[in-house]
Each structure stands twice: as C-alpha cells, then as structure tokens.
C-alpha cells in the first residue's frame, strides 16, 4: 500500500513561485513512475508533469513547459513540483500520483495511488 501526502500549496500572486511536495510511503515509491496532475473549478483533471523511478526522464504538459519542473529525491521518498511564472489559469487542485509500471504516462488512468490533493491559487 501507498500513501502520498501533499504540501506547499497556497495563495499567491502572478508571476510568483510555488514549490508543491508530495511525500510518499510505501515500497512502490522508489521504482515507480510519479506524477502531478490537476483540476480546476468546473473542468476535468489534467496531467501536469511526470518523472521516472530514477529521476531521469520526465515530462511536461505544453501549458507549464518552461515554468514548471518535476523532481525527486529517492532517499526522502519525495516528489517535487517547482512552480515559476505562475498564472491565474494555473488555479487548481494538484494531486500527486504515483504508478508501479515504469513507463511514464499521461493519462490518469495509469496511476495506481493518489494523494488527496493541494490548493493552489494563482491572483491577477
């Protein structure tokens, strides 16, 4: 069983930054495939970054390419999601999701475990 916790998430104006954590229990961590994804008021969740079980591959959505980075650190069994330039639209709910296949995926439907999510919000 996994368990992902989420952290860091809060008000702040556009153009700030953000750093979201999501601390994992669990043995699938450290070999499994982790993401972040998020929902807005009203739309569906989206995918937002993903990073392999070593930390070398990742992957980003187009509208946060450039902005946002994805990270991990193994032995704290932490994932990361530095948040730069941030806009209004990136207003949501960011979850963290964790899958023991070790192919990167986009889709939600990949993911085995999900933490109960952090507000983000983003002022003009």
């Known amino acids: 069983q996994v368990q992902l916790v989420e952290s860091g998430g809060g008000l702040v104006q556009a153009g700030g930054s953000l750093r979201l954590s999501c601390a994992a229990s669990g043995r699938a961590f450290s070999s499994g495939v982790m993401a972040w994804f998020r929902q807005a008021p009203g739309k569906e969740r989206e995918f937002v970054a993903v990073i392999s079980g070593n930390g070398v591959n990742t992957y980003y959505a187009e509208s946060v390419k450039g902005r946002f980075t994805i990270s991990r650190d193994n032995a704290k069994n932490t994932v990361y999601l530095q948040m730069n330039s941030l806009k209004p639209e990136d207003t949501a709910v960011y979850y963290c999701?964790?899958?023991?296949?070790?192919?990167?995926?986009?889709?939600?439907?990949?993911?085995?475990?999900w933490g109960q999510g952090t507000q983000v919000t983003v002022s003009s």
């Open positions: 999701a964790v899958r023991t296949g070790g192919v990167l995926a986009t889709s939600e439907g990949r993911y085995d475990y």
